[in-house]
């Protein structure tokens, strides 16, 4: 029996529904009760709907050591320099940063390890967030905006780095509502492994990315500090397949939702809420494969758990899970969304599971294990980079990584990590006609130090 999101639905009839969805839920909002004090603040709302993605910008009002103001506006501003220092004992792409390993060419005579050191100072970020009051007749609410950009953008020297966008939106709340216009962070799978590299494990269990979006958050207060959270948006069609396989536009934006309920303070030793969640995306990609003269339309979708589930007051378990399939757009597949051989999507499951544990209140402590595991039968060419003049493409069949870290708190302001991972790829290599030549596994172990002064 196929699974209800693999099944042929109509987009349109989709899109309906979630229309109705959301306007169901604005009305009811009016009746949601609240027999003790939510658990979380207006200011402690809008972190929860960014949580754990190091993202946080100052969420204080008012004038003060970090922010000015002109007229209605208050102007706070953010950021932290930073440089990552790594050494590997195999190549990986893209080297300041891992996604996978490389391969090691021929199974039966693979070549010798290649290793690698990088300095980086490229994740450095720089933001500024701008509060004014809310709108007339939406009682406690409040308005925001906020600009984010760091120096991975096109491609330059190494010490020639390019500004690139982050996040840039505005949007309007109020204790249990938001309305979001803009560039952010998606819907689905919003968990974030406490890793030390600027990629938080894309392309190897942690699916999403930042994209332009229309975006409502509305959560739902209950007893015992009890809370249920609806998550909808229509969002841009970001196309991440090599230059084998050109995109055009879609018809229509893709739809994410996510339901969440948080089972209070009660519910964990520390005091903390748990947290779970279940999130989708269904959208359309038209596509062309490049060579072939062949256009269709092709369904990217996913569906994902996470949990996030404090143990006691120091140590946190987190989770996510994913199912889908073309999910390159959202760092899913190993970044292979569709097959150029066989002209159609691939499936991918995969996720990570870590554990942070808080030693001191300086000290803290982190670990995951991270996979991501596309459908072998799916995958015969993947969606590469056009191939050289012996037609020859290679693609990714699985890859995970385990790391452990330590990361120190000198002050508010500087911190210094240090990082192992260990990653290991698995790859095979087609030709125009789809003949299969398994190659040698990549293997690599990672070790990186960070220094990061935040302000």
């Known amino acids: 029996m196929a699974l209800p999101f693999y099944a042929d639905t109509d987009p349109m009839a989709l899109f309906r529904f979630s229309v109705v969805l959301v306007i169901v839920l604005c009305i009811g909002s009016g009746i949601a009760i609240a027999d003790e004090e939510p658990y979380l603040t207006k200011s402690e709302f809008e972190q929860f709907l960014q949580q754990y993605r190091g993202d946080h910008p100052p969420v204080s009002t008012g004038a003060g050591k970090s922010a000015w103001t002109k007229g209605i506006f208050t102007f706070t501003p953010y950021g932290f320099i930073n440089l990552d220092c790594s050494y590997e004992t195999d190549k990986t792409t893209s080297g300041d940063y891992t996604i996978w390993a490389n391969d090691r060419g021929s199974k039966d005579a693979p070549r010798k390890s290649d290793s690698g050191c990088n300095i980086d100072p490229k994740v450095s970020r720089l933001g500024v967030k701008i509060e004014s009051p809310g709108l007339r007749g939406w009682h406690g609410s409040k308005t925001e905006g906020l600009v984010e950009f760091d120096f991975y953008g096109a491609f330059q020297a ?77 969002v841009d069609n970001v196309f991440r397949d090599g230059s084998s396989i050109i995109p055009a536009s879609a018809r229509y934006p893709i739809i994410e939702g996510r339901i969440a309920y948080g089972f209070g303070r009660h519910a964990s030793a520390s005091g903390k809420p748990v947290i779970f969640g279940v999130s989708s995306h269904y959208g359309e990609e038209r596509i062309t494969f490049a060579g072939k003269n062949v256009t269709k339309y092709m369904a990217t979708r996913s569906f994902n758990a996470d949990l996030d589930m404090p143990i006691t007051k120091r140590l946190t378990f987190q989770m996510e899970y994913f199912l889908g399939e073309n999910l390159s757009s959202v760092e899913g597949g190993i970044l292979q969304g569709l097959d150029w051989y066989r002209e159609k ?111």
């Open 345 to 455: 999507p691939i499936r991918s499951q995969g996720g990570w599971a870590g554990l942070s544990f808080q030693g001191t209140d300086k000290l803290q402590f982190n670990s995951a294990f991270l996979i991501d595991d596309p459908f072998n039968n799916d995958v015969v060419t993947g969606c590469p980079d056009m191939p050289g003049a012996d037609g020859v493409f290679k693609s990714r069949l699985y890859n995970h990584c385990f790391f452990i870290n330590a990361i120190y708190h000198w002050n508010q302001a500087l911190m210094t990590g240090f990082e192992v991972d260990f990653w290991r790829t698995h790859w095979q290599q087609a030709d125009r006609t789809g003949n299969i030549v398994p190659l040698a596994a990549g293997e690599s172990v990672r070790c990186q130090f960070t220094v990061r002064y935040s302000f």
């Open 158 to 234: 190494r010490n020639r780095a390019s500004v690139r966008l982050r996040r840039a939106y505005v949007a309007v709340s109020d204790r249990n509502t938001r309305l979001l216009a803009g560039q952010d962070w998606e819907v689905i799978s919003p968990l974030f492994p406490n890793t030390l590299s600027s990629t938080a494990g894309s392309c190897v269990g942690s699916l999403e990315y930042r994209r332009g979006m229309l975006r409502i958050d509305q959560r739902f207060d209950f007893c015992n500090g009890n809370n249920l959270t609806f998550q909808f948006a229509l």
